[in-house]
């Protein structure tokens, strides 16, 4: 859940201190209609590491290799985890590395290793195995941006405005871009995307760029979002949620701005859409699901850009990132709750609540979706492992539906009075339908001759 409650707080924060406010209502859950859920959450174990006390969780993600997950958390802690269940919940650490600046990007698995970001502007690599230093860059400024690994660099932004690329074993600096940034905005960044050796990145002033993978050097920009207003907050506009590039195609949500589809080699618009959100979308191979700042969810087609569905039963319950669950789209709430929609129509399939030993709904920060199993971390510092099975409504309608199809049809033994029966019901139906043909002449309506 990259950024809902970090957004909703700190403008509404922005917003009372412009006001001369010194209070604020609280956040009242929105009702939420009954329902039959297919699924359920079979817990598989939870470990607990630190509170999120500052909720900056925008550069924190999972990581995951065939046995291990790996997650950092604000306060410094850095874990690698076994993915299948051990005899004690305490078990599933294999190490765990604490550092002494705050986490607030990454971690990012690649040959081995493991990159994550502080909020001091240091870029570390660590191994993967054991969770032992391997060496350290020190960037301009706080990191922002889980770190990219492609074309044999690291691409990462930090606070400042600056893009770097870094050599991917050493670390060392090869090149740095600089973006202007605006007076205010908000808090985050999505990560460069990478193309056939161009890199793709959305900034806080609206703009969208291409960029040479190899030196840095501009391919072409475009705005996705034009401030509007007189004051700073008004005039807010930014690129948070993550580009995504899929079928030779570019697709951007801008916050105060719009939602597009982009020729990745030119710069130019397929189609633009008038949306506003900052909250990471999903695609698949024809549609694109998108939620928008009033938590509305939005199904688009992925080349013409025609709506195919609008989703508004999730209106102010801060809808986080949406990811792809199988087959089903996955949105997690403010409330702690999960669910599950049906791509096609757009319909909640599903409904489950996350809750641990700390409190029940907390707020979830990051999901990641394997299969059946997805990995939750929440506003606690807790780490949960989650089976999707059928819930027990669901595996009743399964059972009863397989119950009816193998249910054996009661044959009638024939017998010489059944075929006598069938005879005679042969020989009535041949004399009703040569009674009809006979007497049609008298089966007339009475309007056929008077038809006033």
């Known amino acids: 859940m990259k950024k809902s409650f970090t957004l909703v707080f700190a403008l509404a924060a922005g917003v009372s201190l412009l ?49 291990s997950i790996y997650v950092a958390t ?21 190490w765990e590395s604490k550092f002494d600046s705050p986490i607030v990007a990454g971690p990012t698995l690649n040959n081995g290793r493991l990159l994550i970001g502080t909020s001091k502007g240091q870029l570390i690599s660590v191994s993967a195995k054991s969770g ?9 400024s706080e990191v922002m941006t889980r770190p990219l690994v492609a074309d044999r660099k690291i691409f990462t932004r930090t606070v400042d405005g600056k893009l ?70 008004e005039r807010i506009v930014d690129v948070q ?25 030119s710069g130019n618009f397929y189609f633009v859409k008038e949306l506003s959100g900052y909250r990471d979308f999903v695609v698949d191979d024809s549609s694109v699901y998108v939620v928008d700042e009033k938590d509305v969810l939005h199904a688009f087609d992925m080349f013409s850009g025609v709506s195919l569905w609008k989703q508004n039963a999730f209106k102010n319950r801060l ?56 990995y939750l971390l929440d506003d606690e510092g807790v780490i949960t492992s989650y089976d999707v099975t059928p819930s027990d409504l669901k595996l009743f309608k399964i059972e009863h539906e397989d119950t009816q199809a193998k249910a054996p049809v009661k044959e009638q033994p024939v017998t010489e009075q059944t075929q006598t029966d069938k005879q005679s019901g042969d020989d009535k139906t ?23």
């Open 19 to 67: 006001a001369g406010c010194s209070t604020s209502k609280p956040l009242v859950e929105p009702y939420m209609a009954p329902m039959e859920s297919d699924y359920s959450l079979h817990k598989n174990w939870q470990v607990k590491l630190e509170s999120m006390p500052n909720r900056d969780s925008e550069g924190l993600f999972f990581s995951e290799d065939d046995k």
């Open 74 to 94: 604000e306060t410094g802690n850095l874990v690698s985890l076994i993915k299948s269940n051990t005899s004690r919940w305490s078990d599933q650490v294999q």
């Open 132 to 140: 032992e230093y391997l060496w350290q860059s020190q960037l301009s």
């Open 164 to 233: 770097y690329a870094l050599n991917a074993k050493t670390g060392k600096v090869i090149w740095v871009v600089e973006h202007q940034m605006p007076n205010l905005s908000l808090r985050g960044a999505p990560a460069p995307v990478y193309a056939d050796g161009k890199l793709f990145i959305g900034w806080e002033s609206g703009m969208v760029q291409a960029l040479s993978a190899k030196s840095g050097a501009l391919l072409w920009e475009t705005r996705i979002a034009v401030p509007k207003g007189r004051t700073d907050l």
């Open 241 to 265: 949620a993550n580009l995504i590039i899929k079928n030779d195609r570019l697709f951007v949500l801008g916050y105060h701005g719009k939602f597009a589809s982009i020729n990745p080699e």
């Open 319 to 374: 809808v986080g990132d949406l990811s792809i669950a199988k087959e089903d789209i996955l949105a997690v709430d403010g409330w702690g709750y999960l669910h599950w929609l049906n791509k096609t129509q757009g319909v909640e399939i599903a409904r489950a609540k996350h809750s641990n030993e700390y409190g029940d709904g907390n707020r979830i920060l990051r999901v990641f979706s394997e299969g059946n199993r997805i």
């Open 430 to 452: 041949k004399n009703d339908e040569s009674s009809k043909k006979d007497d049609s002449w008298w089966n007339f309506k009475l309007s056929d001759f008077w038809p006033f």
